[in-house]
């Protein structure tokens, strides 16, 4: 089996509720996974929206989630020992929800298995930390959500 992402909140290719946007609470959905390889030392997740009309907008960058978390539980704030939250495409060290103009986006929300510790001297951009995790990524997963903002 491979490594397998799921919120209990939306289901994969559904609408984000309401709630986890900046139409509501802003609060980070629950998320957890399942199957991650034997030889994981630990993840990273990123959520992303590809449909941004500029460029892929970063929501949540989080790195070197230890390998014995599988999951981050709604509106999470303190995060497991040594794991690291990089600037979101608006310079913050946080999750912001979806935030979409008037078409429907999708936000990515990924999560990577890799074999190796990520180390970083400074702050690093989320081109960087993808092309830094790139030869330890053993495995990785993908939950993706809708979401199209009400408040236009």
Partial sequence: MSLMISSTAFKND???????????????????????????????????????????WNHWIIYNIPNNVNKLREGVVTLPENTTVEQNS???????????????????FKLFA??????????ISSINIKQLMKPYIIDEAVLIGRYQCKSI
Avoid: A, M
């Fill in 90 to 108: 608006w310079g913050e060290e946080k999750y912001v929800g979806p935030c979409s103009s008037r078409k429907e986006h999708r936000y990515f």
């Fill in 14 to 56: 559904d609408l984000i509720p309401i709630k986890y946007t900046c139409d509501g609470k802003n609060v980070s959905p629950p998320i957890e996974w399942k199957n991650s390889p034997s030889d994981t030392k630990l993840f990273v997740l990123i959520v992303e929206d590809p449909d941004s009309q500029f460029c892929t």
């Fill in 114 to 123: 890799l074999n190796q510790l990520l180390v970083t001297k400074s702050k």
